[in-house]
C-alpha cells in the first residue's frame, strides 16, 4: 500500500503491523507534513462482533486520554475499499524501538534499569487506573512498550477496558498476550492488579532476554534464582507475579512503595494458646461451623451473644424478658477481639476483665452486665478467636 493515499490526506509510507483483519500502517499527514499511525479495521464478513466492539472502544477511550506517555488521539474516519470499507483511527506517532526489538536484539536489561523502567510504567499506569472510570491496559508486553529519546511510551490499546462502578471487570472477551497474562484474564477478568502482573512480567523477560512462558517455573511461579537480582527486587517481582489476586500487589502506589521502600510482608498470626473453660464457670457456649451461642449469667438476668452467618447479635433479658432491642451487626463487618485485664496494682483496685468485639464502628460489650472472671475472659477470648479467626489484642 505504499504511496496510496487514504482519507484524501494520508499518504502510506509502510506497513507496521498486520494481524487478520487490522493493518497497522505509517503514513504522512498531506496537510501538516507529519508522520501518524493509521490502524486500519476491515468491516468484511471476517469480521468478529468482537473485533468491532474493541476498535470502537479503543477509538473512544483514547479521545479522553491526554499523557505525554501515550500515543495521542488524531481523528477517525471510513476507508472505502473495492468490496468494502474500514474504519480508521489516526494517532501520533513516535519513532522509537521496542523493548521486543531490544529483546531480539539480545539486549539484557539489568536490576537498575528494570527499575527504572519499573517506575516510568507505574506512573503511566498511575494515570490510566487513577481515571473515573479506571481504565485497565490489558496487553502490556515488550511489543506494546517504546523506547524514544530516553522516554517510555506505552502503545497499542486494541484491548483497553473501562472498570464498572465495583471496580471489576468481567467480559466474554479474552484478551492478552500468554506469558504476560494474569491467570484472571483466561475467564474474562481485568483489574488494576492484572496490569501489575503484566508489567513484572515483562520485566522479567526483559532481564531473562527471553519471554516468561520460555523460563522455568517453581510450581506456577517463575523461577527468578539464576539471575542476578538481590532479594527484594526478585521478592517484589514474584509479589506481582503470584497467581492469586489476594496474594499479589492490589495499585499502583502499593507496588511503587515497595519497590522504593521493600514489602512489608504480611505478619502471620499466631494461634491463641489453648485455655479450658473454668470448672465453676456457669457461662454456656454453643457453636457449630457457622453458628456460635454464648449466654452469660449476669446481675439481672442473662446476656446473649449470638452469631450466625448473616449478622452478629448481643442481647439481655431480665427475669426471662428482653430488656431493650438487641444490637446487631452484619456478620462480616466483624473486625476485632479486645480483652481488658485490670492490673489490680491495690487492694482498691476493683477493676472487672472485659471483653469486646467490633463489629464496623459498633463495640460489643460481653461483659456490660456480666461479671466475669480473670480465667473467664480468657476462656471466652480463646473460643471466639479460634472460631472467627481473629488475633486477640489487649486493650
Known amino acids: 500500500m505504499a504511496g496510496q493515499i487514504l482519507g484524501n490526506r494520508y499518504q502510506v509510507e509502510r506497513q507496521i503491523g498486520k494481524q487478520t483483519g487490522r493493518w497497522t500502517l505509517l503514513a504522512r499527514d498531506l496537510t501538516t507534513q507529519e508522520l501518524v499511525v493509521l490502524k486500519l479495521l476491515f468491516l468484511d464478513e471476517q469480521l468478529e462482533w468482537d473485533d468491532l466492539k ?8 483514547l479521545k479522553s486520554l491526554s ?47 528494570a527499575k527504572q523502567l519499573a517506575k516510568a510504567l507505574l506512573g503511566i499506569l498511575s494515570y490510566l487506573h487513577g481515571r473515573q472510570p479506571p481504565i485497565v491496559h490489558r496487553d502490556i508486553k515488550p511489543s506494546n512498550i517504546l523506547l524514544a ?57 526483559l532481564i531473562a532476554g527471553t ?24 521478592d517484589w517481582l514474584g509479589w506481582l507475579t ?49 453458628n456460635l451461642e454464648i449466654i452469660l449469667p449476669s446481675r439481672l438476668g442473662q446476656t446473649y451473644l449470638q452469631i450466625d452467618p448473616q449478622q452478629i447479635a448481643l442481647s439481655h433479658k431480665r427475669l ?46 460481653l461483659t456490660s452486665h456480666a461479671v466475669l472472671t480473670e480465667a473467664e475472659v480468657n476462656w471466652l477470648a480463646y473460643e471466639l478467636a479460634t472460631w472467627l479467626k481473629l488475633p486477640i489484642s489487649n486493650r
Open 149 to 205: 529519546n530516553r522516554q517510555l511510551y506505552l502503545v497499542d490499546f486494541g484491548s483497553v477496558k473501562t472498570l464498572t462502578g465495583s471496580g471489576d471487570s468481567t467480559a466474554f472477551t479474552i484478551v492478552g498476550t500468554y506469558g504476560y497474562m494474569p491467570p484472571e484474564q483466561f475467564s474474562g477478568r481485568a483489574l488494576p492488579a492484572s496490569d501489575l502482573y503484566s508489567l513484572a512480567a515483562t520485566l522479567i523477560a
Open 54 to 61: 474493541l476498535f470502537e472502544r479503543e477509538v473512544e477511550i
Open 320 to 365: 426471662g424478658f428482653q430488656t431493650g432491642r438487641p444490637q446487631t451487626s452484619p456478620r462480616q463487618s466483624i473486625s476485632r477481639l479486645e480483652i481488658y485485664q485490670p492490673a489490680h496494682q491495690s487492694p482498691t483496685d476493683h477493676a472487672n476483665p472485659q471483653i469486646f468485639l467490633w463489629a464496623g464502628g459498633q463495640k460489643y460489650e
Open 67 to 113: 499523557h505525554p506517555c501515550i500515543p495521542r488521539y488524531l481523528g477517525y474516519f471510513e476507508h472505502e475499499l473495492p468490496n468494502d470499507k474500514a474504519l480508521v483511527l489516526i494517532q501520533t506517532y513516535v519513532e522509537g524501538k521496542s523493548l521486543e526489538q531490544c529483546i531480539q536484539e539480545g539486549r539484557r536489561f539489568n536490576e537498575s534499569e
Open 242 to 290: 503470584e497467581s492469586s489476586l489476594e496474594r499479589r500487589a492490589k495499585t499502583v502506589q502499593e507496588a511503587l512503595d515497595a519497590l522504593d521502600n521493600g514489602r512489608q510482608k504480611p505478619q502471620v498470626a499466631q494461634e491463641p494458646v489453648p485455655v479450658v473453660k473454668p470448672e465453676d464457670s456457669k457461662i454456656t457456649l454453643t457453636k457449630e461451623a457457622n
Open 211 to 234: 519471554h516468561p512462558s520460555s523460563l522455568p517455573h517453581q510450581g506456577v511461579k517463575i523461577d527468578l534464582s539464576a539471575f542476578q537480582l538481590s532479594p527484594e527486587f526478585a
